[in-house]
């Protein structure tokens, strides 16, 4: 995946693995809830993903530190 580019995660998935440039492992990222679309900001620094509110089941966009 690309620096800005958009990636559609499977439904029910709540795992994002992080790998440098080079194709290591740098970290596994375990979320609560099911996570749909996703993207990494273009400096590294946080990832954007969309996922139902757990309370609302409202679609909302959130981010997280790499």
Given at each position: ?66
């Amino acid at each position: 995946m690309r620096i800005g580019e958009m990636r559609q995660g499977r439904r029910g998935e709540r795992t994002v693995n992080v790998f440098d440039w080079d194709g290591r492992p740098v970290r596994k990222l375990r979320f609560d809830r099911d996570i749909g679309m996703f993207s990494v900001a273009p400096d590294d620094r946080f990832l954007y993903f969309n996922a139902a509110d757990p309370d609302s089941g409202v679609e909302q966009i959130y981010r997280v530190a790499l």
